[in-house]
């Protein structure tokens, strides 16, 4: 994850700024099934937004809602406080990477990125600068007149991405533009995009069923599952405060204990051995809880929860440890600071800070 | 048993071009005896003279070369030939094209029943198709003409058999399958994001349709306007039942003088020119396009 851990507490849920582009209660239903279930978002100008969500939630469906290819079902966008439902795709001004780059096969990079010049009628002195800006600015000055079929999926991703930029559109929507390309690129790609937004301030929604690369763009992400938003928040937040169960597991790696709650004189706790964590009061009644804490927010230490190392595998810059404990298996990652790690078979003791650990009911969601 | 054991060894043995030869030597005399021997034979025949009182003769001559050259009947038969292929090749591309992308964009059911209908008449034979032209149109007693001129529509019946018109007419209705069939094997490879891309830069469905769709199809249309074109212009079922011995074309001309006139010097002549003359076509078109597509889908 890039560094943006500059701030820590919690950021205020609701969105920020006025809506640049708002869906309302936007729906996509299909014979069968919902695809997209009442779907609510505002997006500020020039803002980074992802929708994260395992394959078939419904992502592709919802961008494909803004960019006018699917009509809804219900529901409406707005784009600067204008309904966006009644414009023709053609007129809607935003620019699209579709996940198969779709560009224009018989068409050089060059004249790729001059379609949608000329289709604005910009005179020609001005388009080729414009194109050559473009393709500047993605790295790709040397292959203009290079055919897409002799492109690698990187350069052709970013011929769509140089296209989609062109002309200058108000939104630029992306769906799961670097899915197609091997780690390193991707990680290259990221950053450049990153890069290129920051310099041109084009409000984005990417759609990607990657985490990483949702937390390492994105000013904000919405969770989606199902058709259905789980949570909207920065990056941070969304890790650090997941709301409901799915995103918590969708996001990384997490433990979940079952912990006793007990009565003491500071009020009711969750206690796994001598880990003890407040209860809030909506809790404090139950006989057990379930705690979740993120595998690299536990530490060894003297006194805590007993837990035997089962297995330990070195991952370079970090340990990677599972452990048994009474409560369950427990996964643990350690910053390899050179400091000495405990071996398999050895029995350690396991504590968080009560602030990390999130506790819900036993039975069902509690969202 | 020991038949058996000894084949392993010596088929190891072999050389290496030997086993390819082997498996292509069936295909190999079927080609050489169904087509390279009569056509070599049909060239030889082409340089003996023939006179109605002695038959072909022994010599060889190049008459009836200079008969072909000389006489403008034969240069009308080849232009007559080559004007309807041209026509009706027009014609498959304006009607099978646009009929590929409609059946292509239509939904679930219409687009499996549609190409049905479009392909079907492939597995009818060209006679029966081109009867059923001469049915509905054929002089006075044309179902169509008859209907027409009953009704007081018309005095006279649409002027259609024995006609150039009626020829390129049936011939389209015969070919353009085969254009469909073209077009539609290169749409299927078509991304149809790219064109919902071209929308979303700002353009019109009519220029998605000439600018994004048409030149991604355009090898399939020109290369189904090579078989419509070699197909017509060789065609023998639909000249002869549509123009009959009244409108001849080349290849009827040849049949006609192979066995009604039983002058088979000049009908090998006739047919060989007019498989030159296809053969020259047909490859020079084909190497224009490869040249000028290579570059972009490769
Ligand atoms: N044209 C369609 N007809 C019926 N169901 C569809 C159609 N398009 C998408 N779906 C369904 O809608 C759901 C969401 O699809 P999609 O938005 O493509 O998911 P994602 O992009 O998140 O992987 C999936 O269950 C998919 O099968
Ligand atoms: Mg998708």
Redesign the interface.
């Known amino acids: 994850m890039l560094a943006r851990s500059s701030t820590s507490g919690i950021a205020p849920m609701t969105d920020p700024a006025p809506a640049f582009l708002a869906l309302d209660g936007l729906s996509k239903r299909y014979a069968d099934h919902v695809a997209v279930d009442a779907l609510t978002l505002g997006v500020a100008q020039g803002e980074f937004i992802s929708l994260l969500g395992p394959s078939g939630c419904g992502k592709t469906t919802t961008l494909q809602m803004i960019?006018?290819?699917t009509e809804p079902s219900g529901g409406a966008i707005r784009l600067e406080g204008r309904d966006l439902v009644a414009v023709?795709?053609?007129?809607?001004?935003?620019?699209?990477v579709?996940q198969?780059y779709?560009?224009?096969?018989?068409m050089t990079a060059a004249e790729n990125v001059a379609?949608?010049l000329e289709?604005?009628r910009v005179p020609k002195a001005e388009r080729a600068r414009r194109v050559t800006d473009a393709l500047a600015l993605v790295g790709l000055s040397a292959l203009a007149e290079r055919?897409p079929?002799r492109m690698s999926g990187g350069q052709q991703q970013r011929v769509a991405l140089a296209?989609a930029l062109v002309?200058q559109p108000r939104i630029l929507l992306l769906d799961e533009p670097l899915s197609n390309l091997d780690a390193k690129l991707r990680e290259e790609m990221q950053i450049e995009l990153r890069q290129i937004q920051r310099r041109i301030g084009t409000t984005t929604i990417l759609v990607t069923h990657d985490q990483h690369e949702a937390m390492a763009l994105s000013d904000r992400i919405v969770v989606m599952n199902a058709g259905k938003v789980e949570q909207i928040g920065r990056p941070q937040d969304v890790y650090e405060r997941p709301a409901t169960p799915f995103v918590a597991s969708f996001l990384g790696k997490t433990n979940v204990f079952e912990a006793l709650v007990e009565r003491g004189a500071d009020g009711a706790a969750a206690v796994l051995g001598t880990v003890r964590c407040p209860c809030p009061p909506h809790l404090a009644g139950a006989g057990h809880v379930l705690l979740t804490v993120r595998p690299e927010k536990i530490a060894f230490a003297d006194e805590g929860l007993a837990c035997r190392i089962v297995s330990r595998v070195f991952q370079g810059t970090y340990w990677l440890f599972i452990g048994e404990t009474p409560a369950g298996v427990a996964t643990i990652v350690c910053q390899n600071d050179g400091a000495a790690q405990p071996g398999e078979g050895e029995s350690v003791h396991l504590t968080w800070r009560a602030d990390d650990a999130a506790l819900r009911p036993l039975s069902g969601a509690g969202a | 048993m020991s038949a058996l054991a000894d084949t392993a060894p010596r088929r190891a043995g072999m050389p290496g071009w030997l086993a390819p030869a082997l498996m292509l030597l069936p295909a190999m005399l079927l080609v050489v005896g169904v087509v390279l021997v009569p056509l070599a034979l049909t060239a030889l025949l082409s340089f003996h003279s023939f006179s109605s009182s002695t038959g072909i003769s022994a010599g060889y001559a190049l008459e009836n070369w200079a008969e072909i050259a000389g006489d403008p009947y034969y240069a009308e038969m080849f232009l007559r030939t080559f004007r309807i292929a041209g026509v009706v090749t027009l014609a498959c591309c304006l009607i099978g094209a646009p009929e590929a992308y409609i059946i292509h964009r239509m939904r679930a059911p219409w687009k499996g029943i549609f190409l049905v209908v479009t392909l079907g008449p492939l597995l009818i034979s060209v006679v029966a198709r081109t009867l059923g032209w001469a049915l509905l149109f054929g002089g006075r007693n044309g179902v169509v003409n008859k209907a027409l001129m009953d009704l007081g529509i018309l005095s006279q019946p649409i002027p259609f058999m024995f006609t150039e018109g009626g020829v390129m007419v049936a011939l389209t209705h015969v070919m353009v399958p085969f254009m469909v069939l073209s077009v539609w094997a290169v749409l299927q490879r078509l991304d149809p994001r790219a064109e919902n891309a071209a929308a979303s830069l700002g353009a019109s469905q009519f220029t998605v349709l000439t600018r994004i769709v048409l030149p991604q199809v355009m090898p399939g249309i020109l290369s189904g306007a090579i078989i419509v074109f070699a197909l017509s212009a060789s065609a023998f079922a639909t000249p002869a039942i549509i123009g009959g011995r009244r409108l001849k074309v080349a290849a009827t001309l040849a049949y006609d003088e192979f066995l009604n006139t039983l002058n088979w010097p000049l009908g090998a002549a006739v047919a060989l020119l007019l498989l030159v003359a296809i053969a020259a076509i047909v490859i020079g078109c084909n190497a224009l396009v490869e040249r000028h597509y290579s570059k972009v889908f490769q």
């Not at chain 1, 023709?88 to 699209?96: E, F």
């Open positions: 960019a006018g290819f023709k795709p053609a007129r809607r001004g935003l620019g699209i579709f198969s779709a560009l224009f096969p018989h379609f949608g289709m604005q055919y079929r296209r002309i």
